[in-house]
């Protein structure tokens, strides 16, 4: 019989050493905590949209279930009978404007940079990347054994000189987000430029531009357009989860070098992407009028929150994303709780070390009021 | 001379040594020629070479997916867990015990990043689901290949292939592509042999369709303190749901908390989860989708035998036979006529085709082709 020492010792030392959980939230028992219905919470705490996708994104998906016994065809090729991830591939390539061999799909973006890690880091690899940015990235690294250098931000912003001074030879990638989970704000052009053109070309950059669609500010720097420029150590991530309103289909991916593309291919799960995921990613990439709507409205209550909540006294970080991060004075777990009691559940800012801000997805204009009915309340108490 | 530059070779940033030793996938088939060479319309293709599920979704499945369509937006928290109680439950273990997957094919390429470190090794069997090397490849293991000895898992060569260093023995019963099993007496002396820190993961895929008495079962082990040893399951074969990407394992609490630390948080569809709760509610749809299966199996071996063919005893939804012949030939023989089995010479049986089982007038064309093909 073996023993829970015994047992330990059989994990690899870089999974034991991995120094962070991903937030879960039980809605379920916060519900019955406070004795609330789910239906009645609004749950801004993931960042998702609650516009949803577009209703052919739906129909089709509806269509697809004649389909759900058997396999997607596993080829990004056009050589099966039915040729769902080549589509994919074809009809991201033709959103993002590249050619269709720089786009790599999968189950996520989140599973799309686990692929990425998993092609360049090798264990004791030295990567960059800043403590107050998306958790999935050094989460990733780490489980391949990276030594991970966090870079913390400066203002609310990617330091691109600290990420400079502190990239070397060594550096095997170097992790951006733009604009950034959680603080909402972006990395600009020139920024952009400057730190690629003086990193070197060995060094992966990955930028994860999972909320690009919600930019607006002009200054903002793609870095497909980099990549596209010839600069063939730029990955891009994007996903379906966030303007298209898709999250729960899992549909992700990375632009990125040819050569790249094809090392992920290589070592990717063959059947990854589910039948209806596939369908409902085709349909919403050919009705983008929904996408630019549900884009406006999700503009418009970033707006409208940030305005509100300034107006409550918080401090909101200037944001480009479907969230927005406000200081509110008091502790984050605090805060947290009064609004849950209210059926608001937010994010806390204690993970990222913003011990006194909350991340609030932005919602519905209705939620969006009760969030700030809800925040009025909690900082009167 | 191999012009073929292999891929990541032109750029700057290097790749990982081991992913350039892993081979590319063969997919199930080459179907551009049906489509060219037949002008046969999808619909009338019959393909038995992915081991799908003939039988039509169950209807209360389908109803429950529908009904998470006003919810795409988000991500499936509270089905998540509503779906590890009932895998749970229906396994009859703890919550604790059970680490769910997009397709139990992600578990496979999570496995090693849990349990292999560069040099470490891994025992496979080189006539079994390709996966299990290609994962283990990537990160870095040494494989040590021990080949099946009359189609079956050979113990004792395995027990001998182990040494301080393996980390992981991947065991696949029924096993794809020959569709034995592991028996209950040959996994407990595998168990009881290897060191308690190898991990070994037994692909019970195709469990559903067994119906031999002496079948091994690792839950059985794994009750009785064996806490090395991991099961996976899969919603694609039996349930067939192989379209919406469903699995799991059930493992110790241990190595359940360990996967699920290297699994991403959000990594099941919203139609997956509601699909896997409906499935595991509908007995009867699954006792019927088993009976057509198992009977095709049972049509297919005796046609088959009747060929004059050797056909490998199967506890899979598909068959593997010898056919005397060019396996791969038949093969291509059969696309000309609308219908996609799989060749076996990629596994070492160049004179084998698998076929999975389909529906009965599916089995009926196979054979009818089959016939016109010999
Ligand atoms: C910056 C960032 N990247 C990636 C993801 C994961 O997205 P996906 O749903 O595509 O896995 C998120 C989700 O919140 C995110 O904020
Ligand atoms: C033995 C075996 N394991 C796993 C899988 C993959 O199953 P899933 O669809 O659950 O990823 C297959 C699919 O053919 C298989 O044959």
């Known amino acids: ?381 | 001379m191999d012009a073929v530059t292999p891929p990541g070779a032109g750029h700057e940033a290097a790749f990982r040594a081991p992913i350039a030793h892993i081979r590319d996938y063969e997919p199930g088939a080459d179907a551009e020629q049906v489509a060219a060479a037949t002008g046969i319309p999808f619909e009338d293709v019959v393909k038995l070479a992915s081991n799908e599920n003939p039988y039509p979704v169950s209807p209360s499945v389908l109803r429950a997916i529908e009904r998470q369509f006003d919810f795409l937006h988000s991500y499936p928290w509270e089905d998540f867990g509503r779906l590890k109680a009932a895998v749970a439950a229906a396994n009859g273990v703890p919550d604790a015990n059970v680490v769910l997957s997009a397709g139990s094919a992600q578990l496979v390429l999570n496995l090693p990043l849990l349990y292999v470190d560069p040099g470490d090794e891994v025992v496979l069997a080189p006539q079994s689901y390709a996966l299990y090397e290609a994962a283990s490849q990537v990160m870095g293991a040494t494989l040590r290949r021990v080949p099946l000895k009359d189609y079956r898992f050979d113990i004792p060569a395995i027990v001998a292939a182990c040494g301080p260093r393996t980390r992981i023995v991947w065991l696949c019963s029924p096993n794809n592509p020959t569709g034995a099993v592991v028996t209950a007496d040959e996994l407990e002396r595998l168990v009881t042999q290897v060191p308690e820190t190898t991990a070994i993961v037994v692909d019970q895929a195709y469990r559903e369709f067994v119906d031999e008495d002496d079948y091994g079962d690792p839950l059985a082990l794994l009750a009785a303190g064996h806490r090395n040893v991991i099961s996976l399951c899969s919603f694609s074969k039996a349930y067939a749901l192989a379209g919406l990407r469903l699995g799991y394992a059930i493992a110790d609490p241990a190595v359940c908390v360990m996967l699920d630390r290297i699994s991403e948080p959000f990594l099941l569809s919203r139609p997956a989860c509601a699909a896997g709760l409906a499935a595991l509610d509908d007995d009867e749809w699954l006792a019927a989708s088993t009976r057509t299966v198992l009977e095709g199996r049972a049509l297919l071996t005796r046609e088959l035998t009747a060929l004059g063919w050797d056909v490998v005893p199967s506890q899979g939804n598909f068959v593997l036979a010898d056919t005397h012949g060019d396996g791969r030939a038949l093969f291509r023989r059969l696309l000309d006529e609308g219908v996609i089995v799989r060749p076996a010479d990629g596994w070492g049986y160049p004179t084998h085709i698998r076929v999975s089982v389909g529906l009965p007038e599916q089995n009926e064309r196979f054979l009818a082709a089959l016939r016109r093909c010999l």
């Open chain 1, 1 to 381: 019989m073996i023993g829970a020492d015994m047992l330990a010792r059989s994990f690899r030392t870089a999974v034991c050493d991995i120094d962070f959980e991903w937030p879960t939230v039980n809605l379920l028992d916060a519900c019955r905590q406070y004795g609330l219905e789910i239906d009645d919470v609004a749950y801004l705490a993931a960042n998702e949209n609650p516009y949803g996708p577009s209703p052919k994104a739906l129909a089709a998906a509806t269509e697809s279930l004649s389909l759900a016994r058997v396999y997607p065809s596993p080829s990004l090729r056009y050589d099966e009978l039915r040729n769902e991830y080549a589509e994919v591939r074809d009809a991201l390539a033709a959103y993002c404007g590249v050619p269709a061999d720089m786009v790599m799909p999968g189950p996520g973006s989140e599973t799309v940079l686990r692929y990425v890690t998993q092609v360049f880091v090798d264990p004791g690899d030295e990567i960059v990347t800043a403590p107050e940015s998306y958790s999935g990235h050094p989460w990733a690294c780490q489980i391949m054994a990276a030594d991970v250098r966090y870079v913390p931000l400066r203002d609310y912003r990617f330091d691109i000189d600290a990420f400079l001074a502190t990239v070397s030879d060594r550096t095997k990638m170097v992790w951006l987000c733009s604009p950034n989970n959680p603080t909402g704000t972006i990395i600009t052009d020139v920024e952009l430029r400057r730190l690629v053109a003086n990193v070197p070309a060995s060094t992966v950059i990955v930028c994860d531009q999972a909320y690009q669609e919600l930019v607006d500010d002009p200054s903002w720097g793609d870095a497909t357009q980099l990549l596209l420029e010839g600069h063939r150590n730029v990955v891009v991530l994007r996903t379906m989860s966030k303007a298209f309103g898709l999250a729960g289909l899992r549909m992700g991916h990375a632009i990125a070098d040819p050569e790249v593309c094809s090392l992920i291919d290589r070592i990717r799960e063959p059947y990854y992407i589910s039948g209806p995921s596939c369908a409902a990613t085709l349909a919403a990439l050919d009705d983008l009028d929904w996408c630019r709507e549900v884009v406006r409205k999700l503009q418009a209550g970033r707006r409208w929150v940030t305005q509100q909540l300034t107006e409550l006294g918080c401090t909101v970080v200037p944001s480009q994303c479907n969230f927005v991060l406000a200081d509110t004075g008091v502790a984050a777990g605090v805060m947290y709780d009064r609004l849950l009691r209210r059926g608001v559940v937010v994010r806390p800012g204690d993970i990222w070390g913003y011990d006194t801000h909350l991340r609030i997805s932005i919602g519905t204009d209705e939620e969006n009021r009760r969030l700030v009915a809800a925040m009025a309340a909690a900082l009167a108490e």
